[in-house]
């Protein structure tokens, strides 16, 4: 009896610990599963707002795989590529046959693209831009299109007006003192004992009138600049040609990998530079121009002064058109020179110089090499 007695306590206890150890379980299960409930809420709350945000974009997106095949395409690219409605499955790329040439030459880019589109008597400028990435060893291609005609309507009507003021004041500087010359002309013509005066007026007209053709060609060198014809060039007998040019430059060592430019371009660049950088200094000694290659054939060209330097609001817009401290500047200088540089999809920057002045760099790629990464100017994160 006492044998049946301790055989039946040990088995409540037995089943006292068993049920406590399956409450346990049951209890961490619940709790596991609603830790998945919350972390399963949690990446749709965020799936759905990725969706809403792509889904809301000012900006034409489309998702689409290696055959072509159309996987994902928001609201601005239903409503500017398919009329509002939703191909999802369709073939993205057959879709294009009946796309504007315009459309289907950027796309066949490598590098984002800006193409206009003429339709019904009117005009639209849209940025291109192209991703590609592999999900699970498939390819796919993100192509993004921005319509970009209303900001640049704006910026353009800005720039007008800046023009017409800008030409508008260098004529009249010219023009006022011309018609002021001529009518002292008159009256000195009618006083035979003042004649030898009219060579210093004569002098003053001839003076604006070069000032104001001088002036005007600027402007035409500007808008005419042709597309660079890039080759194979020799740093030593480039930088020689530049040392002619200014004997007091202090030029580096030229580099023994050859360069890939067009060589005229660049020249007028670094001219327009060294002027600048002369007019600045004081000593002409201050003056430096140096050449750092990297791989392939890339170069890094810095033409540095020992000038004044520039406060913070003028090296903001140092590099805008018709942006000039001097006073008979025409502002086309240094945005001349990156035009040139831009052309030749490099970068120019211009900073100060450590212990006085101002230093500009010069970064051109190589004729393989591809622009350097972007620099995170609108970094958020940074320490």
Known sequence: MTLCLVALVLTSVGLLIALSQARKSALRAGA????????????????????TVVENA???????????????????ARELFFEGR?????????????????????????????????????????????????????????????HLTPELGRQEIEVWKKVIRIINHELNNSLAPISS???????????????????????????????LAAFLEGYARFARLPKPRSERVAWAPFLEGIRMLYPALHVSEAPEQDGYFDAGQIQQALINLLKNAF??????????????????????????DRGTGMSDEVLKNALLPFFSTKEKGTGLGLALCREIVEAHRGKLRVARREGGGIVVSIWLPSRHVALPSRTGRLTLTRG
């Not at 055959?67 to 601005?76: P, Q, Y």
Request: a negative charge; proline letters at 4%; hydrophobic letters at 40%.
């Open 58 to 76: 000012p900006m034409a997106i489309v998702l689409y795989g290696q055959t072509g095949k159309l996987l994902f395409s928001n609201a601005e």
């Open 279 to 304: 007019e600045a200094s004081s000593d002409p000694a201050g003056v430096e121009l140096s050449v750092t290659p990297a791989e392939g054939g890339a170069a890094t060209l810095t033409v540095a």
């Open 181 to 211: 010359m001529v009518h002292s002309a008159r009256l000195i013509a009618k006083n035979p004992a003042q004649i030898a005066k009219l060579d210093r007026v004569f002098d003053t007209i001839e003076e604006r009138s070069s000032h």
């Open 32 to 51: 596991l599963q609603q830790a998945l409930a919350e972390v399963r809420a949690e990446h749709e709350q965020k799936e759905r707002l990725l969706q």
């Open 86 to 146: 939703e191909l999802t499955g369709e073939n993205f790329l057959r879709l294009l046959d009946r796309a504007p040439e315009a459309l289907r030459q950027g796309l066949l880019t490598e590098t984002d693209a800006l193409f206009t589109v003429e339709q019904d008597g009117e005009s639209g400028t849209y940025h291109l831009a192209k991703r590609y990435f592999d999900l699970e060893h498939e390819p796919y291609t993100l192509l993004m299109v921005k």
